[in-house]
């Protein structure tokens, strides 16, 4: 009896981890998307993601209705994707990759700046209307509000991949992604291609910034976000948006088991650098990470 | 039938100092099939690119002289102009999309010239006459397929872009005797046939002399020598001399 409890325990820790591992998918897969069009590794994705949660709480709060501000923060956020790219990243174009970086960084503290001006400095709090009671499932307890993310979060997921099938531009945009020179030989237009993606990466940021908004309070700290992407995309390959919800989901389950199962031995505290603690190891066995590009070849 | 491209005493640098071309000229008439010799390194491919207006990508740029096509100075157009105006260029090293299928790779051509679903339909039915060999791996990941399909396919993904000057850099590179045959036999069909116009380099001159028309020969960056395709297939000594002695 003791031995069934505890196991179901355990599948409780990494179903919560599982669930969370979500959310740090949903903001890989916005850095995976401007990786594989630009090749830049675009710092300033968390910064999108709170100037995201900050222009949707922040209408709520002056009383907009919920989909009205949706809608709103999503054409704002397209907005400012497009600026980025036209403004920061095209006259930039063909710099090296280290260039791009330090230029997004730099973005990032321009776009918190503007959100601090805008909207001010204090932590809002936000409400999706989801539930966070958990929800019994036969013995194992799963909160709602993370199923809920998390069917949200596939959603996406699923209509980003239709997308990229299915479409026109999907396909110009995988052209692009594999080799730009090709692509602009064969006459594909990357400036819309790369201003398609820098949108549907600030759609990206309005739906991570909502999920981890209403979790954490919508603040500066939200910004940090990043920084837990960044072991998640080591794991998964830069280029992979597969890689990116895999290793989203392994990262979330193992860092809360490793903190139940092993925290009490080394006094706890695992959660908070487990995670880089994996990075590092992949980075010395396998620096392209589990779904990164290898060349696919034959002579 | 007038010029359909004419250079006229172009130049080209690489990285701001690196001369690539000298005031090369010559010409393309409408419906020929023109081929453009010289060793490794002549400036074939530095040629087509300028006349695709690729050399930017490459840190290259032209200096001088002026790249007419049908008429217009095009020196300077952004190169997806040059694809809907009917100048489309096939790559050195064929330069497929790796991880897209074959087909998707074709699909990609007839997008960039801004094609709508029926004249995609129309452009593959097109390419898989000409290559049925494509028809078969159509659903293969591009990077899989063996040298010979990889060129057909980077082949088939310009004319789904349905060219009125085709420019080809080097079809034959790294393929079998027979492949390249094959393919040469196509590129004839589609200058006879359909009179697409066609600029192919090539330093397996003695196949390209047997297909084209006209040849125009480049030596470290100039253009030395030009003349009808057959009467220079006469002068092996030219060939030993200005191809690197490159026949196959
Ligand atoms: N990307 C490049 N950067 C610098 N120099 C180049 C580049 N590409 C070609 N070159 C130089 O330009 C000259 C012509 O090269 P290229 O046009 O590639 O010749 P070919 O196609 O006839 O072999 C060569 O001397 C080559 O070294
Ligand atoms: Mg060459």
Same mark, same amino acid.
């Given at each position: 009896m003791m031995d069934w409890l505890n196991f179901l325990f355990g599948v409780e820790v990494a179903v919560g981890g599982l669930l969370s591992g979500v959310m740090y998918a949903l903001v890989a897969i916005g850095f995976v998307l401007i990786y594989k069009t630009s090749g830049v590794l675009n710092f300033a994705q968390g910064a999108m993601v709170l100037f995201a949660a900050l222009t949707f709480v922040s209408l709520i709060e002056r009383g907009v209705p919920f989909w009205l501000a949706i809608v709103f923060t999503l054409a704002v956020m397209t907005m400012l994707g497009f600026a980025i790219e036209r403004s920061v990243l095209r006259p930039l174009t063909n710099r090296s990759p280290m260039v791009l970086f330090m230029a997004t960084l730099g973005l990032s503290y321009v776009i918190e700046g503007a959100a601090q001006l805008i909207w001010g400095t204090q932590v809002h709090r936000l409400d999706l209307?989801?539930?966070? @009671?958990?929800?019994?499932?036969?013995?194992?307890?799963v909160s709602q509000f993370d199923l809920a993310a998390a069917a949200i979060a596939a959603a996406m997921v699923a209509a980003l991949t239709l997308f990229f099938r299915f479409t026109r531009t999907g396909l110009s945009f995988r052209a692009v992604a594999d080799d730009t020179f090709a692509a602009t030989a064969v006459g594909l237009r990357l400036n819309l291609i790369r201003s398609t993606v820098w949108t549907a990466a600030g759609f990206v940021a309005l739906v991570a910034g909502l999920l981890w908004g209403a979790r954490l309070g919508v603040q500066f700290s939200l910004s940090v976000v990043v920084l837990k992407a960044l072991p998640v995309l080591v794991l998964g390959g830069f280029d992979s948006i597969l890689g990116a919800i895999v290793a989203g989901l392994m990262i979330g389950?193992? @860092?809360?088991?490793? @903190?139940?199962y092993l925290g009490p031995y080394v006094g706890g505290g695992i959660e908070s650098w487990f995670a880089y603690a994996v990075a590092l190891v992949v980075l010395l066995v396998r620096p392209s990470g589990l779904f990164g590009t290898k060349l696919v070849e034959r002579y | 039938m007038g010029t359909l491209l004419q250079?006229?005493? *172009?130049?080209?640098v690489y990285g701001g100092s690196v001369s690539a071309l000298t005031e090369i000229s010559f010409r393309v008439e409408e419906g020929a099939f023109v081929a453009l010799l010289g060793a490794n390194g002549a400036g074939k491919s530095t040629t087509l690119k300028a006349a695709s207006n690729l050399l930017p990508a490459e840190r290259g740029r032209v200096t001088g002289g002026d790249i007419l096509f049908a008429g217009d100075d095009v020196t300077r157009i952004d190169p997806a102009r040059h694809i809907r105006a009917g100048l489309v260029p096939v790559l050195e090293g064929r330069r497929l999309f790796r991880a897209l299928s074959i087909e998707e790779n074709l699909v990609t051509g007839a997008i960039g010239r801004g094609f709508g679903h029926r004249r995609i339909a129309e452009g593959l039915d097109? *390419?898989?006459? &000409?290559?049925?060999? &494509?028809?078969?791996?159509?659903?293969? *990941?591009?990077?899989?397929?063996?040298?010979?399909?990889?060129?057909?396919?980077?082949?088939?993904?310009? &004319?789904?872009a349905e060219p009125r000057l085709f420019v080809l850099d080097e079809p034959s590179m790294g393929l079998a005797p027979l492949v390249v045959a094959e393919i040469f036999d196509a590129l004839s069909r589609l200058n006879r046939e359909e009179g697409v116009t066609l600029l192919v380099a090539e330093q397996n001159s003695s196949v390209a002399l047997r297909h084209a028309d006209w040849a125009v020969v480049l030596e470290t960056g100039r253009s030395s020598l030009s003349g009808r395709a057959a009467d220079l297939i006469a002068r092996a000594d030219v060939q030993d001399s200005y191809f690197g002695g490159a026949v196959v």
């Open positions: 209307g989801i539930s966070n @009671e958990p929800i019994d499932f036969g013995g194992i307890y389950a193992s @860092e809360k088991l490793a @903190e139940v | 250079f006229e005493r *172009v130049s080209a097109r *390419v898989y006459d &000409l290559f049925p060999r &494509l028809k078969q791996r159509r659903r293969s *990941v591009a990077g899989l397929t063996s040298g010979g399909e990889q060129q057909m396919a980077a082949i088939g993904r310009g &004319l789904m």
